[in-house]
């Protein structure tokens, strides 16, 4: 893979999609210059609870994400390229939450990608995390929607962690000229996706798997004391279908952003 580079007006924002696995660190490739913000791309790592690569692929940064991140760079707003973006409160939102779903991949045809709507607002068929249960008190889920069996459910989920780091490139003598990344840590636990009710020997309700994931997104957002609004989609991923039948299945998405 090969780093991007992007010419802004004079500002450079540099882009690698890459990583080196042993070290866990970005490694600088020679790049080609491109003038184009559809150049601008995450990468995302699949791995299992014991580090085994399950999946490694370029994320797509739709265009809500390509025109974020210009108003982020030029502090400016795009409301008034007519795209119904939603621009309230700019300066405090930020990349903050992810959600899966099975409109990526048909299952089976992993050549075959479902579109996304053209206005890139949301995946094209998401799934929820788990339902809202009675007494429960979650920190690490959010977005509480009504689904079509009149369950509500949990929609999204907060990363796991989120670090900055640099990177020493060759031939470069201060940390000034470093490459930097942010890494995402996306965790898909047992208890994830477990929507599916049935009575155990005790007459108890307990929640099962029956579910595939092909299509991973990162959404920004506004955060308000632990509550988030104005959801809009950065990145959409698409992938072969990832099944989720196994109730103690964990998945663990490091996803990386160059800059």
């Known amino acids: 893979m090969e780093t991007k580079i992007l010419n802004l007006h004079e500002r450079k924002l540099n882009l690698i999609d890459t990583m080196d696995m ?33 999946l490694e692929k370029d994320n797509t940064i739709v265009l809500r994400g390509r025109t974020f991140a210009l108003e982020k760079i030029f502090g400016i707003s795009s409301s008034g390229l007519g795209l119904n973006y939603n621009t309230q409160d700019l300066p405090n939102k930020k990349v903050c939450l992810f959600r899966c779903g099975t409109g990526g991949c048909i299952e089976g045809q992993p050549f075959n990608i479902l579109p996304t709507a053209s206005n890139c607002a949301k995946l094209s068929s998401e799934i929820p995390f788990r339902p809202v249960i009675a007494g429960e008190s979650l920190t690490n889920y959010t977005d509480v929607r009504t689904g079509s069996d009149n369950t509500q459910y949990y929609w999204s989920k907060k990363f796991d962690s989120m670090v900055m780091d640099h990177n020493r490139s060759e031939g470069k003598t201060s940390t000034t000229e470093d490459e930097v990344y942010v890494k995402l840590t996306l965790k898909i636990t047992e208890d994830d996706f477990a929507t599916i009710p049935t009575t155990n020997i005790n007459g108890d309700i307990e929640y099962k798997r029956s579910t595939f994931i092909n299509e991973l997104g990162l959404y920004i957002a506004n955060e308000d004391n632990g509550n988030y609004r104005n959801y809009e989609l950065f990145s959409r991923l698409t992938f072969e279908s990832e099944p989720l039948f196994n109730n103690t299945k964990v998945i663990i998405i490091y996803y990386y952003i160059y800059a």
Do not use: T, Y
Not at 31 to 50: I, P, Q, T, W, Y
């Open 22 to 54: 042993e070290s866990d660190s970005a490694i600088q490739i020679p790049s080609n210059d491109r003038r184009s913000l559809h150049a601008f791309k995450g990468h995302a790592v699949f791995c299992d609870e014991n580090g085994n690569v399950l």
